[in-house]
């Protein structure tokens, strides 16, 4: 066996490190640190890039920040926060403030509308000329002015202040009127139809003299509650899908409605429109079945009749008892009445089922 005469020396672990920290502790090339032009001084080439401060604790932030932390309660020896209130001008009424914030130990009310300014359309419009879709073509056909200047351009906004004439005569806001009507059969819920025999604005017709119009529909032959207004706020409240106003039939079918196709109404399912249910439904009568009681939100188009329809049922008489807190107590088919302060408050406030 023959042997190296210069066998290779083994390195062992220990060495090797110490070969390491021998590199690490070697003289480094430097360069000009761009981020301090006036000391000139010199950092290492990469050593320091990664040594990083460590990034303070949030909660230290806010300590050290001269602003109220969001994460600790003030106590009850804090002094009181001051409010300042930012209202419509001329106006001292709170109902008039949309939200708040807080700045400080400052608390600041926003107004919906600081000037108290609306449409020139919707403005005409609550006068009880016409309508705003009318009042634009008006507007456009230069016959409105504004404080004695013919105003043509569509969104302009006015002031209670500002003097609006339609062909040289001032405009006023009209008196707002709230009518109940128990609608008949036979009779079409529209402003005026050259195609329809007869229509409910011929049974109000002699109740005011404001220009009044029905809010939502009910077919010619669906008879119950209707209300008349021309407060376009309110109508918007009680009209638009996502309101869902509370509405009760009583239905009349042409056969006994099962409990099974009951069931199904209250599950709910899919109709050309979208998807639709009873959020109730029951017997009027336990013995006469086809006399249904049925409570729904939807705003959908003759949705009552389709709903039936859809499990193969035909409704025979359909009469509204109930809209949005209002009730046909004591009012005849065919007779109206005005609201009381009550239910007016009622309606505006949302304060119904």
Not at 217 to 230: F, P, S, Y
Request: with cysteine; aromatic share 6%; hydrophobic share 30%.
């Amino acid at each position: 066996m023959t042997t190296r005469s210069n066998p290779r020396p083994r390195i062992s672990k220990k060495t090797v490190i110490v070969k390491k920290s021998r590199i690490e502790q070697a003289e480094k090339p430097t360069r000009t640190s761009k981020f301090n032009d006036d000391s000139q001084s010199e950092r290492p080439f990469k050593s320091d890039r990664f040594n990083k401060p460590e990034k303070s604790n949030r909660s230290d932030r806010f300590e050290q920040s001269n602003r109220p932390s969001r994460f600790t309660k003030s106590s009850s020896s804090d002094k009181p926060v001051k409010i300042l209130k930012l209202k419509k001008r001329g106006n001292n009424d709170d109902s008039n403030i949309s939200s708040s914030t807080t700045v400080g130990k400052t608390k600041i009310l926003i107004s919906k509308n600081k000037d108290n300014t609306v449409r020139l359309n919707r403005y005409i419009a609550n006068t009880g000329l016409c309508s705003r879709r009318e009042a634009d073509e008006y507007i456009a056909a230069g016959v409105i002015t504004i404080n004695g200047k013919v105003v043509t351009e569509l969104g302009t906004k006015v002031s209670p202040l500002d003097e609006v004439k339609f062909n040289g005569e001032r405009l006023q806001s009209e008196k707002k009127v709230y009518i109940l009507l128990n609608k008949p059969k036979d009779y079409v819920t529209t402003m005026d139809d050259p195609h329809a025999k007869r229509t409910v604005m011929e049974l109000v017709q002699n109740a005011c003299k404001e220009r009044i119009y029905p809010v939502g529909r009910l077919d010619r032959n669906t008879t119950g509650l209707l209300l008349l207004t021309n407060d376009g706020d309110l109508t918007k409240k009680l009209t638009h899908p996502k309101f869902k106003k509370k509405k009760i039939y009583h239905v009349f079918l042409d056969k006994q409605l099962t409990k099974s196709d009951m069931d199904k109404m209250v599950a709910g399912f899919e109709l050309e429109d979208g998807f639709i249910n009873a959020d109730k439904i029951s017997y009027v009568d336990e013995v006469d079945k086809k006399q249904i009681g049925i409570e729904i939100h939807s705003g959908q188009n003759r949705v009552v009749r389709r709903m039936f329809e859809h499990l193969n049922y035909r409704v025979i008489k359909l009469d509204r008892v109930y809209f949005a807190g209002l009730t046909k107590k004591s009012l005849t088919r065919g007779k109206w009445r005005f609201l009381t302060e009550k239910e007016i408050v009622m309606l505006k406030m949302n304060s119904f089922i």
